[in-house]
T-cell receptor, first 113, second 116 residues
């Protein structure tokens, strides 16, 4: 049973560029959440997708956007990258009817130069 | 607003020592869930436990135990007879319950180092 997978593992971008991160949920899961984890900090909730729509959003600017596909996989897009966007981006999946049981992927390490 | 505080930034112990990681939370909700996750150097968050706010029974799983005290808004985690493999960053987290809300609010984590 495949767990949550994320790609790429590492990414280096320069300020002002745009980036797309990808996540495939655990088999059978229908909800995907994205978190940003800065160095030495706890993960912070960015947003959550269910049925291809954004259900909930954290305190992140509109430069952060996402998408969920019919197969439940998801993308996180960040435009106009800033140095402060450097972080580990974690994807978590869950099944909405079980609520609160989230399984995390290995993350994508984004470095903005 | 929900908030989780892990006052211990780093803890270092010698193998076989017992260690307790503290977690204090704030919420106005009467129904909520509390979690502990482990993050090894690889980066992936590993789920350890989920506790419903209505269930204050302590739980033990092998060398791990959790003490939930609603009166002090604390959900502490104890590792008995620690091992080198327990070295990781541990996060306490809180979420609302009901309405399909699954946003997790994390503390800043406690880095545990178990030395041989």
């Amino acid at each position: 049973d495949a767990g949550v997978t994320q790609s790429p593992t590492h990414l280096i971008k320069t300020r002002g560029q745009q980036v797309t991160l990808r996540c495939s949920p655990k088999s059978g899961h229908d909800t995907v959440s994205w978190y940003q984890q800065a160095l030495g900090q706890g993960p912070q909730f960015i947003f959550q997708y269910y049925e291809e729509e954004e259900r909930q959003r954290g305190n992140f600017p509109d430069r952060f956007s996402g998408h969920q596909f019919p197969n439940y996989s998801s993308e996180l897009n960040v435009n106009a990258l800033l140095l402060g966007d450097s972080a580990l981006y974690l994807c978590a999946s869950s099944l909405v009817r079980t609520s609160n049981e989230q399984f995390f992927g290995p993350g994508t390490r984004l470095t903005v130069l | 607003a929900q908030k989780v505080t892990q006052a211990q930034t780093e803890i270092s112990v010698v193998e076989k020592e017992d260690v307790t990681l503290d977690c204090v939370y704030e919420t106005r909700d009467t129904t909520y869930y509390l979690f502990w996750y482990k993050q090894p150097p690889s980066g992936e968050l590993v789920f350890l436990i989920r506790r419903n706010s209505f269930d204050e029974q302590n739980e033990i799983s092998g060398r791990y135990s959790w003490n939930f005290q609603k009166s002090t808004s604390s959900f502490n985690f104890t590792i008995t007879a620690s091992q080198v493999v327990d070295s990781a960053v541990y996060f306490c987290a809180l979420s609302e319950a009901g309405g399909g809300s699954e946003k997790l609010v994390f503390g800043k984590g406690t880095k545990l180092t178990v030395n041989p």
